[in-house]
């Protein structure tokens, strides 16, 4: 599709959580893409490598008074968020939705084994609120960006996650401002975060690419393919047969 269009498909290696970073799926990731006749140019960018980048978003943010530091673990963010309630979500892109526990802490406050948030309400307040395009079959279309679903369902997000410098959230908008990214392509399970992104873009005065969100690759049972858990793998397909026109019909491209 990039080069249909004269433009340049980028690979970049999303590893802020080095403990889930594993060279050998890294390695599975270049022969994959390779077999299925995609080709990038290099070095690839690499986000552990970019955190005083992402720094630098967090201060931008920070100046906006959007930003406070959240010493909740998981089991103090359930406590928090108390028996669910019909009708209400419980979760949201970025996990379980935050109670607001810690946001009236100030950053002066913030610990080392802090994260820290952004907060929804005043950013409600900040952003102004953008439209976003989507060319995928299950999404196509324009969409709104709504302050009530933006607040109720999907909350405080992590922007700054404990000992690894930023969140995906925030690097993948960062990195797509830097890389001058007009077109997203990307798995459905990512669809409802796309709000997140163009959240950011607004705060952070970034440009809103077009977004393509593809359906997956599931095996016959419905688990979708993944590298951390028992679902088929390209390689597999591959073993067995298949082609690349094969895998490009799974997901709709």
Same mark, same amino acid.
């Given at each position: =599709? ?11 290696? $999303? ?8 060279? !050998?799926? $890294?390695?599975?990731? /270049? ?10 140019? %290099? ?24 930003? /406070? ?15 669910? !309630? ?13 109670? @607001? ?7 002066? %406050? ?9 907060? =929804? ?20 279309? *324009? +969409? $709104? ?23 995906? #959230? ?11 990214? *007009? #077109? ?7 669809? $409802?975060?796309?709000?997140? +992104? ?6 952070? @005065?970034?440009?809103?690419?077009? /977004? ?13 393919? &993944?590298?951390?858990?028992? &679902?088929?793998?390209?390689?597999? /397909?591959? !073993?067995?047969?298949?082609?690349? &026109?094969?895998?490009?019909? =799974?997901? @709709?491209?």
């Amino acid at each position: =599709m990039a080069a249909v269009d004269n433009g340049n498909l980028l690979l970049r290696i $999303e590893d802020i959580d080095q403990s889930r970073s594993r060279q !050998q799926w $890294e390695n599975q990731i /270049y022969d994959d893409l390779g077999w299925l006749g995609l080709h990038w140019p %290099q070095p690839v960018m690499r986000q552990s490598n970019r955190l005083s980048r992402y720094r630098l978003a967090i201060e931008a943010l920070s100046k906006q008074g959007l930003v /406070y530091p959240c010493k909740c673990n998981r089991a103090d963010i359930e406590a928090a968020a108390g028996a669910p !309630q019909e009708g209400v979500p419980q979760f949201g892109p970025d996990g379980r939705i935050y109670p @607001g526990t810690c946001r009236q802490r100030p950053l002066s %406050q913030a610990g080392s084994g802090d994260v820290l948030r952004l907060d =929804m309400r005043k950013a409600m307040k900040a952003a102004d609120l953008r439209n976003f395009k989507e060319t995928g079959a299950t999404y196509e279309g *324009t +969409h $709104e960006l709504r302050a009530d679903l933006l607040l109720d369902t999907i909350g405080d997000i992590v922007l700054v996650r404990r000992h690894m410098g930023s969140s995906y #959230h925030l690097s993948v908008v960062v990195d797509d401002a830097d890389q001058h990214i *007009t #077109h997203v392509v990307r798995g459905e399970d990512l669809f $409802e975060a796309t709000q997140i +992104h163009v959240l950011l873009q607004s705060l952070l @005065g970034l440009p809103t690419p077009i /977004y393509h969100h593809h359906k997956l690759i599931r095996d016959e049972k419905g688990k979708r393919l &993944a590298k951390r858990d028992d &679902a088929r793998a390209i390689a597999l /397909y591959r !073993q067995q047969g298949a082609s690349p &026109a094969d895998i490009r019909m =799974m997901v @709709g491209l």
